[in-house]
Every structure is written in structure tokens, then in C-alpha cells.
């Protein structure tokens, strides 16, 4: 899950002209859609260039060593090796910091039976240290090769439990709220083995209860397992295009703590080949729909009618293939809103020779492909990119996207197997790549999930990387963003309690930003669900800074936010009532206290 | 992991324009390759007529293969004299194929004594008489003239560019590339063999590999003839691999001469880099450098000059919607369907600013039509694959001509259906006649001298 920071500029809309024209000249600049900052705004200016990327790798030192293994050293060339691992954030243990969860992966043995390598889990130690805790929390479980993880707080305890894919049945830990956690066996998709990847939780039918979305890859097995190679006489691993696709699955939770499959009744296709799912409400209309990138098939757009029967519009909303009207290779998938207009943003990452793809909102549902001006496709053709996230790293106040890349095969000849991870900042009029000399981002991968999260509690946002065959990293965000942030948790009571589909508006400064809490995103990764906003420079207490957080069930609820207040929870009033006939009472429990970093909490504002 | 599909809609022609070898029609080839192949490998009889100036009839030959009539008809007198008929026989034929004159050619070999030939007019007869099977579609002929020459001669490029023309017609591209790359090596200052395999990857989506071939032509010859369009293809490769600097740097060479000396002496071709698929090419990749302006002027030039251009209306129309300005982007990709209606991108880009301007019943039809479109391009693009991996398959060869004409490319309908009916040839041998027996049909006379 990533949140999307939008702004909204005040003055200058997307004024999209009518006017007829006999040329190409360049429009007005009131009338540009792509405006960024309001021209004249002190609020926000891109920031100098950053000397090189200052994100500083501190897994070892914190303790959260680990290594994703795909079992490649067998020889067996398999499709199952290419996916790679994901990472997670999490607060398991509710105590304020952030913990981290990652997919230990697999491998082969004897006679090529596939095994699993148990998921790793990180305790957080105030944010200063991470001690190793799956055997502790009961999740090292070793049963499936694994890929994904997802977190989503599907009983609204307050404890977020945890989903893990992979090449068999997706495995649904329950978190018992004494840091430990229970297999739910039976939880409604475990007799599907089927291979997913990605995975999110969203309210897709406005009860209250997370919902569950997951993607399925293709049906590779070793009894359709093709010889394809470099050459003649080297095997490598296949495209996915030696394979069908499997179909993705939608579970709606059914209030007993189970879920059942609704996927024939929601309208999910099933010709995908799926590696990132999303759910966010792209078309701002109050329901959480549903995006899945898929490799070398259509990406789809599953707009919902607020009751979790979706119509796929992938196609008519511009958002299924690229401008030259092909599909791609697509693994990794964000919102943001580059250009601050309010309307969200799709981004994607791709395969090799293909440009990444970020496709800008237009309104009512429609999208158009923009890498070509945005800057995007001038990164090249030489990246294979998978885990990513959109956000304002550096605090400027515009977005900036990170891609963890790596390839695929083991004998590529266009681009290197491991390759350098991106960072993009975005200008106000295009996005260009911070080169590094040295560190993280100055050295080549075999990048794979990436998840952001603000492991140590100072208001920006870190990074976890999980690799190929090599450690996973925890990047420590070095840019100085010291008292221009607000980090928002939203705690729903009638709502989900992880609030995911809420939409939050920040108003400071004489600035609107607009902001989501948004289901799955990245790739086989889970992101800190809580809202990382920037203050515009020089905002002052007057006006008075507030935040409007329209809730999934309906309500809406207005905060002041102290000029000084840097990190806030609010909480879903109750006494809000909601919109007839929407949705049942869910009762939200307070969670056990087990401590925590203090947080402001004037959450209880009256509307 | 690529979905790449590529667009038979766009898809340049598959003949290079600095050709291997000429195409007529002819028939009834059988007889005398049969024969002549059947010679060479023979042992010369112990009794061969006395051997002909060499020097002379290669000098025919050459005459003969650049239509310079006089000097080979001069030289044909001169071998009749000296009593070397088999020689004068092919230069004389040589003559008739460069003319036009394809069956005379034919039939003058048919007088030429092979028995009595030399190894080199043997040889030289074989590549009249196979050449004027690839011209006249017959490339299963081609491969059973050549294939015993070559097997006997491995170093003939003559034979080894012969042989990869007709094989890359049919879509027999593996042996095609091994003739191609034999041609090259045994003539390192031809630039067309390494144009044609840029060509073959370009068609085949190997973009990398592409540009590897071009380059290499280029670096042999910058001045070949049709220069222009191999640095079109270059740049249009470089663009796809996303090397936009690249492709811009490409097209910056378009029109000027990159050698002095005899070769660049001899004239390269008219200029052409202001011609508008360069200018709507270097837009394209304008846009990706974020040189937003310059391409809009580039772009406005190129429809003032060619208001129809489709590239420049489909570009154009790409940079209103993204301006926001729908309903001038819908005008402006209207014209390029209406101009164009098999151009798949245009179509769909149609549909978007339709969408945006709000008639939603026209872009869902202009969505409807880009998916049949789609549709098509997608079995093209897994046929085409296809017809790589099995040389022999003329239903694939058929079903590729069928998609092409259904994309409003006729040209390339022809070649596929023309590959298809020489594999059919190839797998049928009851339409070989028997050695001796005359083709049906009149023949046509040899011209008069004057």
C-alpha cells in the first residue's frame, strides 16, 4: 500500500482550453495540463539537486539481515525463480514503530520438488534495532515458496494480520495481539493453490471488513516446463509468454473472519498474467476499485460500483496498454498525483525496451499515457523495474518515484542482470533521474519488492529493498525534511479500521493537498499505510492548518492541525452518522496498549 | 517478458532498396538448371573446346549485367569468332535477362553446350539461369540451381547473395541470415548484406540486433545507394529501443555526404532528410527529450508541407490531447483514420480524444475498431514468428498474405503469397518437367541487333 500526496493548485486548474487552434503552439500556461505549482507560489519549489541519493543501507547494522533465495543454483531454469520476494511494513506489535516482514522465498529438492524458505520477521526496537521474530511470532513457515506479502487488519482489532503468496495456497496469519500470530487454515482461499504474486486489502463493498484481492501469475509447473535458451545449446528461463495466464482472485470478507471467493460475481477477467494490484479509488467516486498490472498482457481497471461488482475498463479508461497501444511487462504499480491537480495518477514500471509507464488523470475514470513528455521514457530502454513507490521522499512538495530494478533471465543481452535502482524527482515540468556515484543507489541489483515506510519514526520516508540472492537493504532517508512533515494515521471504526479508502484533503499554507490510503501497490510489498504529508514552506499557524478525511463509510471529518504538530491519529468519529443503507456496524476494539512514541490526538474535533 | 506486436500496418516493404538481384517473371527453368547443374558436377570431358578469352567474357558479363548492350553485343561477335559459343551464349543471355527479355534468356542457355563448357561458364550460367528464377518468383528453383554451385564453390558471393534474396522471399530466414552473412564476409565492402539483415531483425522486432547490422552497412559503405533510408531504419530502431539522443543523432546525417573520394564522388541519393517520416520520426523523439517546442514547430512544418502525413497527424494529434485540447486532437487523428484507417495507433489515440471531448458512442467505436485492428497485428505478429521457425509452412505463408491484405498493405500481401506458392513449388514435384521438354506456351524472340 502506498498513499498518494496530491496537491491541488489554487489558481491554476487544468483549464483544459477549448479553443480551436490551426497550430501546435504551446497553450497558455493557465490552460497547460500539467500544471504544478501556481505560478508565483512560494509554497512549493523543486529541490536543489540532491548530491547523489542519500538513502544509507543500515540493515546490517539494525539487525534485519535476511536474503531472498530462489533455488537458481539448482539449474533448472524456471519461470518460478524470475518473481523474486517482497517486504513489508508493519506494526505487528503496536507499539509505534514500524516492523519489518519479508518473503523468504525457495527453492528445489531432490527430484525437483519445489520447497519453501521460511518469511522473515524484524521486531522493531524503538526504530534503532531490528531482532529477528518470525520463529517468536509463529510465521516462519517454510510450507510454500514464497513471493508476497500483504498486510491488512482483516478482523478490525486494531492488530494487523498478515497474507503471504507464493506457489501454492496463500497462507492468512492472524495477528493474536500478543505478538504472536495463528495460521488461519480456513480461511476461504486456502484450497487454491494456485501461484499468486501480489496481493492488497480494500473495503471493496462498503461493510467495513478488508477485502482481499490476489493475483495469479501463469501456470508453470515442471509438467509444463518448455526448454527455452540464450542459445541452442544454453537454457535460460522462458518468457511469460510460454505460458498461460492464471486468474486473479477476489475474496469479500464475510464478517465471520472468513472470506469468500466472489470473483465470478465481481467480473474479474481471467486472460491476466499478474504481478501488481492496487486499489485506490482512481476515479474519485467513493468506492475503492481495483488495478493489476500484468506481464506482457493488458494491464487491468476494475471500476467498482461500490458493491464490489466491477467493470473492467482498462482499455477505455488508457490505462491498459502503452502509447503506441501495446501491452507491456508490467510488475510494479503506484498512485501519486505528479502535477497536483486532485486527480490521481496511475504509475507503472516495466520490462526492458519498454518506457515505465505513468498515466496522468483526467477525470471521470480516464487516464492518458504521458512517459513520452514526462521524461520518463528518456530514462532509456535499460531497466527491468519491479518494486517501486511514489512518493515526497525529499519534501519539496513535488513527488519523487524510486524503482528497485533487476532482470529476469539468466543470459540477457540487451540490458545487465543486475541493474541500478532509480530515483526520480519530478521538476514541475518533467521527471529526471538523480544520478548517484555511490551507495544504495550507485550500485547495480537484483532489485525485486520495495516498500516504503518511516521505520524510525523522524517524519520521512525509508525504503525497504528485497533482492535476488542477496540481502534485503533498509535505506535510511538522508535528505534533511526536519519539520516539514505531518505523518496522519487514520483509524476507522465504522470504516475499516486500516481506513484504507479514505481521502484525505490537507489545507495549509494556502495549499490543498489530496492524499489516499490506498490497498496492495508496489510489487509483492505492503508500505506504511500512514499518510506522509508535506507542509508547504512557510505555512505559519494562519490560516490555520486543517485536514478534511472523507471515510470510506461516508463521513466526513474536519481536523485543525496544530502548526507544530508533526505526526497526528485520527480516529473515526461515530457520532458521524452514515449515508443511509451503506454499510453494518462493525465494532472497532481499542487496541492493548504495549506503548509507543506519544502522538498527538485531536482526533475527537467535532466536524 | 515483451508484448511487443509489431504493426504490419507500418511494416516497411520486404525488399531492401539497394536490391541483390532484379525481378522478372519466367518459367520453365527446370530443364536447363537440371541440365547445367548436371554438368558441373560431371568431369570435363577429356575433349572441351579450346578455352575462351576469360578476361573477355567476364568482361561481357560485366557489360552485359550493367545493360550495356553495344559493348556486350561487341563482345558476344568477338567470342562467336574466336569459336567460344558456349561463352557467347551467356553473355548473349545475360544481356537478354538485364533487358527484361527473361524467357530468350532462358532459351539462349538452352544452345549453350554445358558439356563442353568450362567450369566458369558453367558457373556463370547457373546464376543467369537462377537469377532469373528469383525473378520470376521461382526461389525453389533458385536453391537447386545454387546449392550444388555453392556446395562446390563455398566461396561464390554471387551465388551465396543469390541464394539469401530468394530464401529471405519465401521467409526462410535462418538460411537466408547463414547466405547473408557468407555474402558479407566474402565481400567486406558490400553494405548490403548487413542492410538486409538489419532489415530481417527490424521486421522480426530484434531492434538491438538491428541496429548492430545497419551500423555495420553504414560502416562499409557511408555513401551506398539508398543511404537515406538505412539511416531511417537506423534511427527508427534506436527510437523503439529508446535511445532517443541516438536516433536524433542518426537522423542529423540524413541528407549529407559522409564520404570524399570516388564513392561519394559517384553521388549518393537525393537528399532526403527533410522528408517527413525523418521529421515526424526526429518529433517523436523531440518529445521524449523534453524539446516539447521544437517538436511542435517540426510537427507543424511537416503538415504544412504534407497536411495527410499520417505519423505527423497521429503525433500531432498526441501532443493536443496531451495539451488538453481534445476536441482539435480528435479533428486532427479523425483526418489521420479517415487518411488511414488500418493505422492501429491512430485509431486508438482517436478514441482517447474522443473520450476526453465527450462523445463517448464515437470513441467506443473507435476503441472497437483499434481492437479489431489489434487483433489482427497480434496473429501477424505470432505468424510471422511462425513462418521463421518452419520455412516449408505455405498455409502460414497464405495466412500472412491474408492479414496483410486485410491491413491494406498489398505490397506485402504479394510477397507473402508469392513465398507461399514457391514452398508449395518446392513441395511439389510433379510440376518438374522432365528434362528436354519445352515450357508451354509461345516463346517470346530475341530482339533484332541493329
Known amino acids: 500500500m502506498f498513499l498518494a500526496v496530491i496537491l491541488a493548485a489554487v489558481a491554476a486548474g487544468c483549464g483544459r482550453s477549448a479553443a480551436p487552434s490551426r497550430t501546435l503552439s504551446a497553450p497558455p500556461p493557465a490552460a497547460s495540463a500539467t500544471p504544478v505549482a501556481p505560478a508565483g507560489s512560494p509554497a512549493f519549489t523543486p529541490a536543489a539537486p540532491a548530491d547523489g541519493v542519500p538513502f544509507v543501507d543500515r540493515a546490517a547494522a539494525l539487525g534485519a539481515v535476511a536474503a531472498y533465495r530462489a533455488g537458481g543454483e539448482a539449474g533448472h531454469c524456471t519461470i518460478l525463480e524470475s518473481l523474486g520476494g517482497g517486504v513489508g511494513w508493519l506494526d505487528y506489535d503496536r507499539d509505534g514503530w514500524l516492523d519489518l516482514v519479508a518473503a523468504g522465498g525457495g527453492g528445489f529438492a531432490d527430484g525437483g520438488r519445489i520447497s519453501g524458505l521460511a518469511t522473515a520477521l524484524f521486531r522493531s526496537r524503538g526504530g534503532r534495532a531490528f531482532v529477528p521474530a518470525a520463529e517468536a511470532a509463529g510465521v516462519a513457515d517454510a510450507s510454500v515458496y514464497s513471493h508476497g506479502v500483504a498486510v491488512g487488519d482483516v478482523d478490525n482489532d486494531g492488530f494487523p494480520d498478515l497474507l503471504v503468496t507464493g506457489y501454492g495456497p496463500a497462507r492468512l496469519w492472524r495477528n493474536n495481539g500478543d505478538g504472536t500470530f495463528a495460521a488461519q487454515g480456513a480461511w476461504g482461499g486456502e484450497g487454491d493453490a494456485r501461484w499468486s504474486s501480489s496481493a492488497g486489502f480494500a473495503d471493496c463493498d462498503g461493510d467495513g471488513c478488508l477485502d482481499l484481492y490476489l493475483a495469479r501469475y501463469v501456470d508453470w509447473s515442471f509438467d509444463n516446463h518448455p526448454v527455452c535458451g540464450a542459445t541452442k545449446d544454453v537454457r535460460d528461463i522462458c518468457p511469460p509468454r510460454s505460458f498461460a495466464g492464471l486468474p486473479d482472485a477476489l475474496y469479500l470478507a464475510t464478517g465471520d473472519g472468513t472470506f469468500a471467493d466472489a470473483s465470478a460475481r465481481a467480473g474479474l477477467r481471467t486472460d491476466g498474467k499478474g504481478l501488481g494490484v492496487l486499489l485506490a479509488d482512481v476515479d474519485v467516486d467513493g468506492d475503492v476499485d481495483i488495478y493489476v498490472a500484468n506481464d506482457t498482457t493488458d494491464n487491468f481497471l476494475y471500476v467498482n460500483d461500490g458493491h464490489a461488482r466491477f467493470a473492467e475498463r482498462g482499455l477505455e479508461s488508457g490505462v491498459a496498454l502503452d502509447d503506441q497501444g501495446l501491452p507491456n511487462g508490467s510488475m510494479g504499480v503506484d498512485l501519486c498525483d505528479f502535477n497536483r491537480d486532485g486527480l490521481p495518477d496511475l504509475w507503472v514500471t516495466n520490462y526492458e525496451r519498454e518506457s515505465f509507464a505513468l498515466y496522468r488523470g483526467e477525470g471521470q475514470g480516464q487516464f492518458l499515457h504521458v512517459s513520452r513528455r514526462l521524461g520518463i521514457t528518456a530514462l532509456g530502454g535499460l531497466f527491468v523495474g519491479f518494486g517501486t513507490a511514489c512518493a515526497d521522499f525529499d519534501a519539496d512538495g513535488l513527488v519523487d518515484i524510486v524503482v528497485a530494478n533487476g532482470h529476469v533471465i539468466k543470459y540477457p543481452d540487451a540490458s545487465p542482470r543486475r541493474q541500478l535502482p532509480l530515483y526520480l524527482r519530478f521538476d514541475g515540468t518533467r521527471f529526471a533521474r538523480v544520478p548517484a556515484a555511490d551507495g544504495y543507489f550507485g550500485r547495480d541489483h537484483e532489485g525485486r519488492g520495495l516498500a516504503a515506510g518511516d521505520y524510525d519514526g523522524d517524519g520521512d520516508l525509508d525504503l525497504a529493498v528485497s533482492h535476488v540472492e542477496d540481502p534485503l537493504a533498509v535505506l535510511e532517508n538522508g535528505f534533511d525534511t526536519r519539520g516539514r512533515t505531518l505523518v496522519v494515521e487514520l483509524v476507522g471504526t465504522r470504516s475499516n479500521r486500516d481506513a484504507v479508502g479514505a481521502r484525505v484533503t490537507f489545507e495549509a499554507g494556502g495549499e490543498t493537498l489530496h492524499a489516499q490510503v490506498t490497498g496492495g501497490g508496489g510489487y509483492l510489498s505492503h508500505g506504511d499505510r500512514r499518510l506522509h504529508l508535506v507542509r508547504p514552506a512557510g505555512a505559519g499557524a494562519a490560516p490555520p492548518a486543517r485536514l478534511v478525511v472523507t471515510w470510506p463509510a461516508g463521513g466526513r471529518q474536519e481536523v485543525a492541525v496544530p502548526a507544530d504538530c508533526r505526526m497526528m491519529r485520527i480516529v473515526e468519529d461515530a457520532a458521524i452518522a452514515p449515508p443511509a443503507g451503506r454499510r453494518r456496524d462493525t465494532a472497532a476494539k481499542a487496541p492493548a496498549a504495549l506503548g509507543g512514541p506519544p502522538a498527538s490526538d485531536p482526533a475527537k474535533a467535532s466536524p | ?450
Open chain 2, 1 to 450: 517478458m515483451s508484448g511487443s506486436v509489431r504493426d504490419p500496418a507500418n511494416e516497411p516493404t520486404r525488399r531492401p532498396a539497394g536490391r541483390l538481384v532484379p525481378l522478372v517473371p519466367l518459367a520453365g527453368l527446370a530443364v536447363v538448371a537440371a541440365v547445367v547443374a548436371a554438368a558441373l558436377v560431371t568431369a570435363p570431358p577429356p575433349e572441351a573446346a579450346a578455352a575462351p578469352s576469360s578476361e573477355l567474357f567476364r568482361a561481357g558479363l560485366a557489360a552485359a549485367g550493367r545493360n550495356d548492350a553495344a559493348t556486350a553485343r561487341r563482345i558476344v561477335r568477338e567470342l562467336r569468332g574466336r569459336d567460344a559459343a558456349a561463352a557467347a551464349g551467356v553473355v548473349e543471355s545475360r544481356l537478354l535477362l538485364a533487358r527484361g527479355f527473361v524467357q530468350p534468356a532462358i532459351d539462349g542457355l538452352d544452345a549453350v553446350d554445358a558439356a563442353a563448357a568450362d567450369d566458369e561458364i558453367r558457373r556463370a550460367s547457373l546464376l543467369v539461369l537462377a537469377e532469373a528464377a528469383e525473378r520470376s518468383g521461382r526461389q525453389a528453383d533458385v536453391a537447386s540451381i545454387l546449392a550444388p554451385l555453392v556446395a562446390a564453390n563455398p566461396d561464390d558471393v554471387a551465388a551465396h547473395r543469390l541464394l539469401a534474396a530468394s530464401l529471405y522471399d519465401i521467409g526462410a530466414i535462418d538460411p537466408a541470415i547463414h547466405h547473408l552473412r557468407e555474402t558479407a564476409r566474402l565481400a567486406p565492402r558490400d553494405p548490403r548484406p548487413h542492410r538486409l539483415l538489419g532489415l530481417i531483425h527490424n521486421d522480426y522486432e530484434r531492434y538491438d540486433e538491428a541496429i548492430g547490422f545497419y551500423e555495420e552497412s553504414l560502416a562499409r559503405d557511408p555513401d551506398q545507394p539508398g543511404r537515406d533510408e538505412v539511416l531511417l531504419e537506423l534511427a527508427a530502431c534506436q527510437a523503439k529501443t529508446l535511445r532517443h539522443a541516438d536516433a536524433v543523432a542518426t537522423l542529423d546525417r540524413l541528407g549529407a555526404k559522409a564520404a570524399t573520394g570516388p564513392a561519394a564522388a559517384a553521388g549518393s541519393p537525393a537528399a532526403t532528410g527533410t522528408g517527413t517520416a525523418a521529421a515526424v520520426l526526429r518529433a517523436e523523439c523531440l518529445v521524449a527529450l523534453g524539446r516539447i517546442d521544437e517538436a511542435r514547430g517540426l510537427v507543424t512544418a511537416v503538415l504544412d508541407r504534407a497536411p495527410d502525413d499520417p505519423g505527423g497527424l497521429v503525433l500531432a494529434g498526441t501532443i493536443l490531447l496531451e495539451d488538453g485540447r481534445a476536441a482539435e486532437a480528435a479533428e486532427t487523428l479523425g483526418r489521420a483514420v479517415r487518411g488511414h484507417p488500418h493505422d492501429y495507433v491512430a485509431r486508438l489515440r482517436l478514441s482517447q480524444a474522443l473520450d476526453r471531448a465527450g462523445r463517448a458512442d464515437e470513441a467506443q467505436a473507435a476503441r472497437d475498431a483499434a481492437e479489431a485492428i489489434r487483433a489482427r497485428r497480434v496473429e501477424f505478429a505470432d505468424l510471422h514468428r511462425e513462418a521463421w521457425e518452419h520455412p516449408r509452412d505455405a498455409k502460414v505463408r497464405l495466412r500472412l498474405a491474408e492479414i496483410a491484405a486485410a491491413m491494406g498493405r498489398p505490397d506485402l500481401a504479394a510477397v507473402w503469397r508469392n513465398a507461399a506458392a514457391a514452398v508449395e513449388a518446392a513441395a511439389s514435384p510433379a510440376e518438374r518437367r522432365p528434362p528436354g521438354s519445352r515450357p508451354p506456351g509461345p516463346s517470346q524472340p530475341p530482339p533484332q541487333e541493329p
